[in-house]
C-alpha cells in the first residue's frame, strides 16, 4: 500500500507543479496584456481572452485580481516577450516563447538547458519559417448546432472547425485572431478559451530512445519560470 500511496502521491504533486506553473504563464499574460490596454477587461480584448483562458484552468479569481493589480503597479518589473530558436538533439528543431524581465538570466538558462541536452541555441529568426502559427478558439457547442454557425465562422476567418465532446475548437490564421475575437463576441458566444499556436510545417520520425533525448530538452526548457511554450517538430508516437 505504501508504494502505491508513493506513486499516486509522485502523479499528484506533478499535478499541482504543473498546475502552478499554469498560473504563472497566465499571470505574466494578464501582467503584459494590462500594461499594453489597460486593467478594465471591457476595454481591453487582450486581457478578457487571457481572464477567460484562466477561468478556463480553474485560476482563482484572487490570483487574477493580484495580478492585474501586480501589473497596475509601478514597483513591478515589466516583462518583455522574446522567442528563441535552435537545435535539439538530432536536429528537431525547438522554438521558445518567453516572457522576461531579466533577458541575459533567460538566454543563458535556454542556453545551458540546449548544451546539457545535446542541442544547441541558434539566431532568432532562423527556424520561424519551419512553423505556421494559428489561433485555436474553443466554445461550448452545448445548446448549438455546427451548421447554423459554420458559414458565420468562415467569415471571421475560420480554416478549420472540429466538433468533440460538446465543444467546437476553431482555427484561424494569426493574422485572422483578433476578428475571430470579435466575431464570437459580436455574436454573444463566450469563448471557453483562445490560444496562438505553431504548427509545424514538417515533422523529423525518431526511434524511441532518440524521441526521449529530445523530450528530456523540451521538459528541461518548459520547467523555466520564464518560459511560456515550447514548440518543436517531432513526430510523437
Same mark, same amino acid.
Given at each position: 500500500?505504501?508504494?502505491?500511496?508513493?506513486?499516486?502521491?509522485?502523479?499528484?504533486?506533478?499535478?499541482?507543479?504543473?498546475?502552478?506553473?499554469?498560473?504563472?504563464?497566465? #499571470?505574466?499574460?494578464?501582467?503584459?496584456?494590462?500594461?499594453?490596454?489597460?486593467?478594465?477587461?471591457?476595454?481591453?480584448?487582450?486581457?478578457?481572452?487571457?481572464?477567460?483562458?484562466?477561468?478556463?484552468?480553474?485560476?482563482? /479569481?484572487?490570483?487574477?485580481?493580484?495580478?492585474?493589480? !501586480?501589473?497596475?503597479? /509601478?514597483? /513591478?518589473?515589466?516583462?518583455?516577450?522574446?522567442?528563441?530558436?535552435?537545435?535539439?538533439?538530432?536536429?528537431?528543431?525547438?522554438?521558445?516563447?518567453?516572457?522576461?524581465?531579466?533577458?541575459?538570466?533567460?538566454?543563458?538558462?535556454? !542556453?545551458?538547458?540546449?548544451?546539457?541536452? #545535446?542541442?544547441?541555441? #541558434?539566431?532568432?529568426?532562423?527556424?520561424?519559417?519551419?512553423?505556421?502559427?494559428?489561433?485555436?478558439?474553443?466554445?461550448?457547442?452545448?445548446?448549438?448546432?455546427?451548421?447554423?454557425?459554420?458559414?458565420?465562422?468562415?467569415?471571421?476567418?475560420?480554416?478549420?472547425?472540429?466538433?468533440?465532446?460538446?465543444?467546437?475548437?476553431?482555427?484561424?490564421?494569426?493574422?485572422?485572431?483578433?476578428?475571430?475575437? /470579435?466575431?464570437?463576441?459580436?455574436? #454573444?458566444?463566450?469563448?471557453?478559451?483562445?490560444?496562438?499556436?505553431?504548427?509545424?510545417?514538417?515533422?523529423?520520425?525518431?526511434?524511441?530512445?532518440?524521441?526521449?533525448?529530445?523530450?528530456?530538452?523540451?521538459? !528541461?526548457?518548459?520547467?523555466?519560470?520564464?518560459?511560456?511554450?515550447?514548440?518543436?517538430?517531432?513526430?510523437?508516437?
Amino acid at each position: 500500500m505504501g508504494r502505491v500511496f508513493e506513486k499516486r502521491k509522485h502523479v499528484m504533486f506533478a499535478r499541482f507543479a504543473k498546475m502552478a506553473k499554469t498560473f504563472t504563464r497566465i #499571470g505574466k499574460e494578464i501582467h503584459m496584456a494590462v500594461k499594453k490596454g489597460g486593467p478594465n477587461p471591457d476595454d481591453n480584448p487582450r486581457l478578457r481572452l487571457v481572464i477567460q483562458n484562466a477561468k478556463a484552468v480553474n485560476m482563482p /479569481k484572487t490570483n487574477i485580481d493580484s495580478a492585474i493589480q !501586480r501589473a497596475v503597479s /509601478k514597483d /513591478k518589473s515589466d516583462y518583455e516577450e522574446v522567442v528563441y530558436e535552435g537545435y535539439g538533439p538530432h536536429g528537431v528543431a525547438v522554438l521558445i516563447e518567453t516572457a522576461t524581465d531579466n533577458t541575459t538570466r533567460t538566454v543563458a538558462n535556454i !542556453r545551458l538547458a540546449f548544451t546539457k541536452c #545535446g542541442g544547441a541555441l #541558434g539566431k532568432t529568426g532562423s527556424l520561424e519559417f519551419l512553423f505556421e502559427r494559428k489561433g485555436i478558439f474553443q466554445i461550448d457547442m452545448a445548446k448549438r448546432k455546427l451548421e447554423d454557425l459554420e458559414l458565420e465562422l468562415i467569415d471571421f476567418g475560420a480554416e478549420e472547425i472540429e466538433e468533440e465532446d460538446g465543444k467546437a475548437f476553431i482555427y484561424v490564421t494569426f493574422t485572422d485572431f483578433g476578428k475571430m475575437q /470579435k466575431g464570437l463576441e459580436d455574436m #454573444g458566444i463566450a469563448v471557453i478559451s483562445a490560444e496562438k499556436e505553431r504548427f509545424p510545417n514538417t515533422t523529423v520520425e525518431l526511434n524511441a530512445e532518440g524521441q526521449a533525448e529530445v523530450i528530456k530538452l523540451i521538459e !528541461r526548457l518548459e520547467d523555466d519560470d520564464d518560459v511560456q511554450a515550447v514548440y518543436h517538430n517531432l513526430k510523437l508516437d
